[in-house]
């Protein structure tokens, strides 16, 4: 066994393991300790006694002492049962005290020879009779502490995340009926400032209470753990039967109240204060992840409007039915004065250098009974309602305020631009360009940073009544982009009818573009289309690293823009990796890893 395992590992002292051992004089015949082996089969082995003037002191076991009895020829009890057992005694057997740790003796055994390594160890603690454990159990201890560890939080004692992981996991594919699987995300304010300000030794210490505060806030059978730095999670279960929301906040409440009194480490006294996020699974919950990531997100809320607080994210996971779900107008105002529309954000970047050209916004309603619906979900009922105009106006909103925060608080590294996607309803409103401008202007920002992404599910009919609406917002500065192309029958017919600054590839030709050769030639036809009337060109849904590469060649390092999940899924905007800095260099070596303390150069979409 190597030194690091057996050295690193926090065993327990051998004297927990150890049980009384029989002590036999040295000139007790070999007949006498035969029976005795004979007469009890759980009897490991016996120490023996060797008396003055030596005192010293020996041990049979069962297994050598039987073999030597039997002997080579069969003759050996014959030979033997009338000597002392003085001569088959083992005279230098292993002896350690009671405090010795497992991993030690573990150590010690596979020291000795062979013939000595699997026999008893025998355990003196001074007052208290002798005592023994066998190898087996050494081992057996060693390796259920070396399991132990590779689980837990060596800081603070807790589950480690990957201990976590597994146990979430195990949670969702096996749901408790009378359970609802809630996920407590925890993370504390002002950590930072505090390793900061008086040292890391200091950081861990209260690291520890906080760790000892969870473990006395959760009930033994839910898992508390520490993920990462001063990130914390548990996993717990609430009574299936009762209104989820309520017995939720009251766990996130009882969490909040058990961090917030004040650590006293020697003369330091320091504030207790976390941001607590918590994610309460549905009925149909079968991804961890996800449950996780809602948690997450959460806290991060929490934390975005001050920190000690509790968020809380019910249902996740439950795919809403479409049947019976028909909100009406009056319905959707108040989801939307009550902020249950939230706007997600993902990156879109350079294809070659990764650099963050804008960001889209996508809606997701965060439904009271439904819990987090991708829009999916609610899109169809929404303009069944006559209400999406509305809602496109509300993600405009709340997209261009975030956007204009992100001018303010980064400056030149904020992203360049955001995309916000229009309905059909909303191109058809009369009001378009002149609430789009209105927009715009109450959030102080110029035209030229907004990309309104035109339904590709217009018909050209449509898009001809929203015209007049479009060139004047397309005069103002506002950019125009088509989603999603390909994905429709009339995509010919509005490129050339329309005055574009971008398309976006339809990410269901992404998704073909290594295996299918028709996708390919699509996405083949669309970029050089695209590249050599001058628009920008955005591929969706990039998944991994050999479709970006493909994209890459294709691209013949014409402007190309990219966005799909392996660069982000959509998240918050308190989630979203700002400054961006990292890019694709760490998923493509050829792309150079950009100076992240530079302001991103403008681009090729921010020059259009
Ligand atoms: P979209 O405008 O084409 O948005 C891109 C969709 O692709 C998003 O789905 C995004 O989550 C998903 N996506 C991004 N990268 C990947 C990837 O790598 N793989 C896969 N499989 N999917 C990826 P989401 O958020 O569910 O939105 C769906 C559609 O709903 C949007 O498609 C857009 O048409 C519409 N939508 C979203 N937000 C709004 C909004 O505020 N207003 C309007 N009118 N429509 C919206
Ligand atoms: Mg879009
Ligand atoms: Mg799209």
Not at 539 to 557: C, D, F, I, K, Y
Request: net charge negative.
């Amino acid at each position: 066994m190597s030194d690091l395992l057996i050295g690193g590992a926090e065993a327990p002292a051998l004297g927990a393991l150890a049980s009384p051992v029989t002590v036999i004089e040295a000139g007790t015949t070999c007949r006498d300790v035969d029976e005795l082996f004979r007469a009890d089969e759980h009897l490991g082995c016996l120490a023996v006694h060797g008396g003055a003037p030596h005192r010293r002191l020996g041990l049979v076991s069962r297994a050598r002492f039987q073999h030597l009895m039997s002997g080579r020829l069969g003759y050996g009890r014959l030979l033997n049962a009338r000597r002392p057992v003085s001569e088959l005694t083992d005279w230098s057997p292993l002896v350690v005290h009671a405090d010795t740790g497992v991993a030690e003796v573990a150590r010690q055994v596979l020291d000795r020879s062979w013939s000595q390594r699997f026999s008893e160890v025998l355990v003196r603690d001074p007052g208290a009779p002798l005592r023994q454990v066998s190898v087996t159990d050494v081992f057996r201890a060693l390796s259920g502490e070396l399991a132990n560890k590779a689980l837990t939080d060596a800081l603070t004692g807790l589950a480690n995340r990957e201990h976590f992981m597994q146990r979430l996991e195990q949670c969702c594919a096996e749901p408790d009926v009378q359970h609802r699987l809630a996920l407590v995300y925890v993370d504390l304010d002002g950590f930072k400032a505090l390793n900061d300000g008086h040292g890391h030794g200091v950081g861990d210490q209260v690291l520890q209470v906080v760790a000892d505060r969870l473990r006395g806030c959760f009930r033994s059978d839910d898992l508390v753990a520490r993920l990462g730095g001063d990130e914390f999670a548990a996993i717990a279960q609430l009574p299936a039967g009762v209104p989820v929301a309520p017995a939720a906040r009251h766990l996130g409440e009882r969490v909040r109240a058990c961090l917030s009194g004040t650590i006293s480490l020697g003369p330091l006294v320091l504030p207790g204060r976390a941001s607590i996020g918590m994610a309460v699974a549905g009925s149909v919950l079968a991804d961890g992840e996800v449950l996780l990531r809602e948690a997450d997100s959460a806290m991060y809320r929490a934390k975005a409007v001050g920190g000690g607080r509790v968020e809380l994210i019910t249902s996740v996971g439950t795919t809403a039915p479409q049947e019976n779900f028909t909100p009406d107008r009056r319905e959707l105002q108040r989801a939307v004065d009550g902020g249950e529309f939230l706007v997600h954000y993902q990156p879109i970047v350079e294809a070659s250098t990764g650099r963050l050209a804008s960001v889209e916004a996508l809606v997701r309603w965060q439904h009271p009974r439904r819990g987090l619906l991708a829009p999916g979900a609610f899109l169809e009922a929404v303009t069944d309602a006559g209400f999406a105009a509305n809602l496109d106006l509300h993600v405009l909103e709340v997209a261009l305020a975030q956007f204009s925060r992100w001018r303010h608080g980064l400056g030149r590294a904020a992203p360049r631009a955001v995309n916000v996607n229009v309905s059909v309803q909303g191109l058809l409103h009369p009001g378009l360009a002149p609430t789009v401008l209105d927009a715009l202007s109450r959030a102080g920002l110029d035209p030229a940073v907004l990309r309104v992404e035109l339904p590709e599910a217009a018909t050209t009919a449509q898009l001809d009544v929203a015209g007049g609406a479009l060139e004047t917002l397309r005069d103002a500065g506002v950019r125009l982009t088509l989603d999603d192309l390909g994905a429709g029958a009339s995509t010919l017919h509005h490129l050339t009818g329309l005055t574009l600054d971008g398309v976006k590839i339809d990410r269901r030709f992404v998704a073909g573009l290594l295996d299918d050769e028709r996708d390919a030639a699509v996405v083949a036809m669309l970029l050089e289309l695209a590249h050599t009337t001058g628009i920008a060109v955005t591929a969706e849904g990039v998944e991994n690293r050999s479709q970006l590469e493909a994209l890459q060649r294709m691209a013949r390092g014409r402007p190309t823009f990219v966005q799909g999940y392996l660069i982000s899924r959509p998240v918050a905007a308190e989630q979203l990796a700002l400054p961006w800095s990292d890019g694709l260099h760490h998923l493509h070596p050829q792309v150079p890893a950009p100076r992240s303390a530079a302001p991103a150069a403008p681009g090729p979409l921010a020059s259009r």
